[in-house]
């Protein structure tokens, strides 16, 4: 199965509905498989008492109906984080596929019971948690009746950016072994190559933030990946997917009757020109 490559538009998109479009626009042409926002407010968004540094929009409910109807059209799909209960309620009348649950919210029970609810699969990001929170969260949604196999586990390293020596890749498949599931990377690096790596180690969902330009302010654009970037990206893991192959080994359709050609014959061995 192919990875599913997900342009994040984060507040990126700046509070306007023609540069949010613009931005489903970009994804779909850098060849993103899902395009997300988020669907928030801002009141019920941090932990009590912290202050954001910046704006951050929100994303009024009727231009989630737009920005789905552009997708649609782009051949690309959209989707939103929920970071409140009846922003499921909404992203149910847009009519999401899946959903994700940022690394903030995976003790947000509430929440998870929500998006539990509705029976699709569900990305589980892990940022800034340790095996407990993880095993918590599934043990809660398996308590649930909420079918595991649904659930893909994002690795996460919350920072913004995520130095590369951070990063931690081996936790990736340390999840998919524990908790036998997919896995997949949420990735706040510089470097694309963070990604590409995670593709060879098994990432089913790759999601990096997309921007038009690292210099624009706001809380996202300084780590996110440029339009040219992220195109340059899903060239290289479509690339990668295609150099995986499969779990055996036999020869490539280019390397039938290469053996006859390279191979030494048993007569020849004993010859003075091949002993040397």
């Known amino acids: 199965m192919a990875v599913t ?18 931005y489903v626009e970009a994804a779909a042409m850098a060849g993103a498989d899902v395009v997300k926002f988020q669907t928030i407010r801002v009141g019920q968004l941090y932990a ?34 929920p970071f409140y209960l009846g922003a499921v309620d909404l992203l149910e009348r847009v009519g999401v596929k899946r959903y994700k649950i940022a690394s903030g919210d995976i003790t947000f029970r509430p929440l998870l019971q929500r998006v539990a ?23 809660f949604l398996k308590w649930g009746c909420y079918s595991w196999n649904r659930v893909t586990l994002l690795h996460c390293v919350t920072r913004y950016p995520a130095p590369v ?18 896995v997949g990377l949420s990735d706040h690096s510089l470097s694309n190559a963070v990604s590409i790596a995670a593709v060879g180690m098994g990432a089913s969902v790759i999601e990096k933030h997309i921007t038009f330009d690292r210099r624009t302010p706001g809380p996202d ?10 195109a340059d990206l899903v060239r290289d893991i479509r690339a990668v997917e295609a150099a995986l192959g499969n779990y055996d080994k036999t020869p490539s359709p280019s390397e039938q009757g290469a053996a006859g050609r390279i191979r030494r014959n048993p007569s020849d061995w004993l010859r003075p020109e091949v002993r040397g």
């Not at 997708?71 to 989707?79: P, Q, R, S, V, Y």
Request: hydrophobic share 35%; with cysteine.
């Open 5 to 22: 490559i997900i342009a994040e538009v984060g507040s990126n998109w700046g509070g306007k509905l023609d540069h949010a479009l613009d």
């Open 48 to 81: 009590g008492g912290y202050e954001p540094k910046f704006v951050i929009p929100e994303l009024p409910d009727d231009w989630h109906f737009e920005l789905k109807a552009r997708a649609d059209k782009l051949g690309i799909e959209f989707m939103s984080t």
């Open 117 to 139: 609810e509705t029976g699709k699969p569900l990305l589980l990001s892990t940022g800034a948690c340790g095996m407990n929170d993880i095993r918590e969260a599934a043990g």
């Open 165 to 182: 020596d951070e990063m931690g890749l081996q936790s990736m498949r340390y999840l998919r072994d524990c908790f036998g599931c997919p």
């Open 221 to 230: 654009h300084p780590f996110a990946t440029t339009v040219e970037e992220f």
